[in-house]
């Protein structure tokens, strides 16, 4: 925006980006560039500024300011792209609108890729051509976090899963007892002395995995999971060292610690020669660790990668669990995480559990793969220096809620509940957040006959 002042950002930020040498930015768009595929290069230049994104982002239908209009924030990186990498950018820059990666630029970049973009990819399926916006902003946030210029909150989310081996820091003595802790709770719900939460029992067939919010905050999330393998008679186990399904460089864009995060998990799970590693109900963990891991890595993977949703509807199929729907009376909606359905393909799995397990289930409008975000990805909830932006943008979401009428949402994302426990307190909504599983769990059958032989 000519004559603008650039926007501003926070203190530690503009002191490392100060800081940046020419070098500095030079090997960042060098990476930048070298991330980026020859389709993508090509997509770069293809914009027709038909404005039909628009409509398509929470950002911008709460708030419908320019700066929030997907093509907007598509347009910081293509100026960008075309005056580094482009002949017509490089010799007639000011022709083509094509910008240098200065340090105003960064601080746009920096505003609108991480402060406006909850990387949730409704833009891309609306684009006229076909450009994936939210990925290319991705690819761009990697650009940034290349020159440690991550903000606040996401920076130290990613730093402590790397360092710590989960994002909350959550040390192994601290998950073991609360582990302990649920296996009471669990012989004391099924009354059978010998059901556990199984920890780093090697021949198990499953490797479960969990959010670290749910030992965290929400443990009763993680007993539910429990509750259903048990009433399935699965064989599994968790693991005391890998057990965080999140994996928050899909959000700073560092495909290397993207790597290394998801890797740890698969280790973990040919070590302990696990079939199948499931994940919980964690929208991005389960994006990332099923569907971009293998990018990441180089490789495919070696055990099979699956929801807990998808491992459910199996045991309801197979009848080794049994519903009743009478336990979850109250009118119940659902609420779609992006990284799970969107972009992530599981969409009916939960609508079949959910129909079983609650009898009075309806759907908000638009849903699955057209559902808005809830505005609390793209790594928003960490970052506490756009708080206020997140909650407004969660107000699409809010509406869809209220229109229904429900007095329950489910969703099988933790990252969702934790924006949606916001926005229900914000916006007066008045309803229960819970998992899908939670729901599962309440309506399961417990006097079936042992079918674990
Ligand atoms: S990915 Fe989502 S939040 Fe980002 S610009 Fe597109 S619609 Fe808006
Ligand atoms: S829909 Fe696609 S082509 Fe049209 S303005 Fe948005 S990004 Fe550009
Ligand atoms: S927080 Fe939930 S709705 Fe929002 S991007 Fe993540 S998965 Fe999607």
């Given at each position: 925006?000519?004559?603008?002042?650039?926007?501003?950002?926070?203190?530690?930020?503009?002191?490392?980006?100060?800081?940046?040498?020419?070098?500095?930015?030079?090997?960042?768009?060098?990476?930048?560039?070298?991330?980026?595929?020859?389709?993508?290069?090509?997509?770069?230049?293809?914009?027709?500024?038909?404005?039909?994104?628009?409509?398509?982002?929470?950002?911008?239908?709460?708030?419908?300011?320019?700066?929030?209009?997907?093509?907007?924030?598509?347009?910081?990186?293509?100026?960008?792209?075309k005056r580094h990498f482009t002949p017509s950018g490089r010799l007639a820059p000011g022709w083509v609108g094509a910008k240098d990666l200065d340090a105003d630029r960064v601080r746009e970049w920096i505003d609108a890729l991480f402060g406006r973009c909850s990387l949730c990819g409704r833009c891309s399926l609306s684009c006229t051509m076909g450009i994936g916006i939210s990925s290319l902003i991705r690819t761009a946030r990697g650009l940034l976090t290349s020159l440690d210029l991550v903000p606040s909150g996401l920076d130290s989310t990613v730093k402590t899963a790397v360092e710590k081996g989960n994002n909350m820091g959550i040390d192994r003595e601290d998950w073991v007892e609360t582990v302990d802790w649920l296996s009471e709770e669990l012989r004391t719900e099924t009354g059978d002395p010998e059901a556990s939460l199984p920890m780093d029992k090697t021949g198990s067939r499953v490797l479960y995995t969990v959010n670290p919010r749910e030992p965290k905050f929400f443990p009763l999330s993680l007993l539910a999971a429990a509750r259903i393998f048990h009433a399935a008679g699965e064989s599994w186990t968790l693991s005391s060292a890998d057990f965080d399904a999140t994996n928050y460089g899909l959000y700073s864009g560092d495909d290397e610690v993207s790597a290394l995060l998801s890797g740890r998990l698969l280790k973990t799970a040919v070590a302990l020669g696990a079939e199948a590693l499931i994940l919980p109900e964690c929208g991005h963990g389960f994006n990332s660790n099923r569907w971009e891991a293998p990018e990441w890595i180089g490789r495919a993977h070696p055990v099979d990668v699956r929801s807990i949703l998808e491992v459910t509807v199996d045991y309801v199929k197979q009848g080794r669990i049994r519903l009743d729907p009478a336990r979850n009376p109250k009118k119940t909606t659902l609420h779609d995480p992006c990284n799970l359905v969107r972009l992530g393909g599981v969409a009916e799995e939960q609508r079949f559990l959910l129909k079983r397990a609650a009898t009075d289930f309806v759907e908000m409008t638009p849903n699955r793969e057209k559902n808005y975000c809830c505005g609390g990805g793209g790594g928003q909830l960490s970052m506490t220096a756009f708080a206020d932006r997140r909650i407004k943008a969660g107000g699409i979401k809010a509406e869809q809620i209220r229109k229904t009428g429900a007095q329950v949402v489910a969703t099988p994302c933790h990252n969702c509940i934790d924006q949606l426990l916001e926005l229900n307190k914000f916006y007066k909504l008045g309803v229960e957040i819970r998992t899908v599983s939670e729901i599962v769990a309440d309506a399961l059958i417990l006097d079936t006959p042992d079918r674990r032989d």
């Open positions: 925006m000519a004559g603008k002042q650039p926007p501003k950002i926070e203190d530690f930020l503009e002191k490392r980006l100060i800081a940046a040498t020419n070098e500095d930015l030079e090997k960042a768009r060098a990476a930048f560039r070298a991330k980026l595929g020859r389709d993508e290069a090509a997509l770069l230049n293809s914009c027709i500024h038909c404005g039909l994104c628009a409509e398509a982002c929470h950002y911008y239908l709460s708030d419908p300011q320019p700066e929030n209009l997907p093509a907007y924030k598509l347009g910081l990186v293509i100026k960008v792209f």
